[in-house]
C-alpha cells in the first residue's frame, strides 16, 4: 500500500490523471474503473485537457462505473450516467458503445447484476480502478458491515452517505435510499487501484482504512490485502495517520 501526499486537490488530480495517461499509453485498449462524487473531478478536466491536447486517447478503452442510484434515470441531472456525461464522457473520445455505467431503474437485479460482473469480466478484468471514499469508509457504495467478499449488489445506504450526498440534491429527502454498486471483491480484482481523498472530513475514515484492521466496518480496508494500490492524500485528509 503506497501513500503519496500531496500539497493540494490540484496537485492530487494532476498525479492521479497522470496515472491514467500512463495506462493507456502503455495499454490504448485499458479497462477504466471510473468513480462519481466531488473527488474525481479534477482528475476528469485534467484529462480532458489532456485528450484535448492531443496527448491521450480512449478510442480503444473500456469504462465501468462503480455504482449508480436506484430509482434515478440516466437522463435525472443527480444520476452517475448522467454526471460522467457532463464530467467527462462528452469531452473525450471513448466510445459510447464501451461505457458501461450501471442502470438505476431495472426490473431483476438479481440478474443485471450478474450481467455487470460478466461484462467486466467479458472486457478483461479492469486494469486501473480509481476510487474516492466515503467520510464512513466506504468504497463505491459498499457501507459499513458489506461483506468484503461482496460482488456487484443492490444496498441500502448509510444515514451518513445520505447526509453527505444530500448536498447534490434540493434536499435530503430526495436522496435516493438505495444504490447499485461493485462489491468490494469486484474491486479488488481490479490490477491496479488509486483512492483520492482530501479534507479533514475523510481523516477518520482514511486513518481506518490504512492504519486500522481488515473489517467490513471500513470496508477501504480491504485494499490493505491489493498488490497494488495507492492513496493519493492531501495533508488534512492523511492528519490522523500514525507517524511511521
Ligand atoms: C462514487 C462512489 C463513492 C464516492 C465517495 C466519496 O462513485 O463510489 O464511494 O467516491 O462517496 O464521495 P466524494 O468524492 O463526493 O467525497
Redesign the pocket.
Known amino acids: 500500500m503506497n501513500v503519496v501526499l500531496c500539497d493540494d486537490y490540484q496537485q492530487m488530480s494532476t498525479q492521479a490523471a497522470t496515472v491514467f495517461a500512463e495506462c493507456l499509453a502503455a495499454n490504448p485498449a485499458a479497462v477504466l474503473g471510473l ?5 474525481p473531478i479534477g482528475v476528469y478536466e485534467n484529462l480532458i485537457a489532456r485528450f484535448k491536447a492531443g496527448e491521450i486517447s480512449f478510442a480503444e478503452a473500456t469504462s465501468f ?3 449508480e442510484y436506484i430509482g434515478l434515470h440516466r437522463d435525472h441531472p443527480q444520476s ?1 450516467y448522467y454526471f460522467m456525461h457532463q464530467q467527462l464522457f462528452n469531452h473525450v473520445d471513448l466510445p459510447s458503445q464501451r461505457i458501461f455505467v450501471p442502470s438505476g431503474v431495472e426490473s431483476d437485479y438479481g440478474a443485471y447484476c450478474q450481467w455487470y460482473e460478466d461484462r467486466i469480466t467479458e472486457a478483461g478484468g479492469i486494469d486501473l480502478q480509481i ?4 467520510s464512513d469508509g ?4 459498499n457501507e459499513p458491515g458489506t461483506a468484503l467478499g461482496s460482488r456487484t449488489h443492490i444496498t441500502e445506504l448509510d444515514h451518513q ?1 445520505i447526509d ?1 450526498n444530500a448536498r447534490f440534491f434540493q434536499s435530503k429527502a430526495e436522496v435516493p435510499r438505495r444504490a447499485i454498486t461493485m462489491g468490494v471483491a469486484t474491486i479488488m480484482d481490479a490490477r491496479k487501484i488509486i483512492l483520492l481523498a482530501t479534507g479533514e472530513h475523510k481523516a477518520t475514515a482514511i486513518r481506518d482504512a490504512i492504519a486500522g484492521p481488515v473489517s467490513s466496518e471500513c470496508t477501504a480496508s480491504a485494499l490493505q490485502q491489493h498488490p497494488d494500490v495507492t492513496f493519493y492524500l492531501d495533508s488534512a485528509a492523511a492528519c490522523l495517520l500514525p507517524a511511521e
Open positions: 468513480a462519481t462524487g466531488s473527488t462505473n462503480l455504482d452517475y476510487l474516492g471514499i466515503g466506504h468504497i463505491a457504495f452517505t453527505d
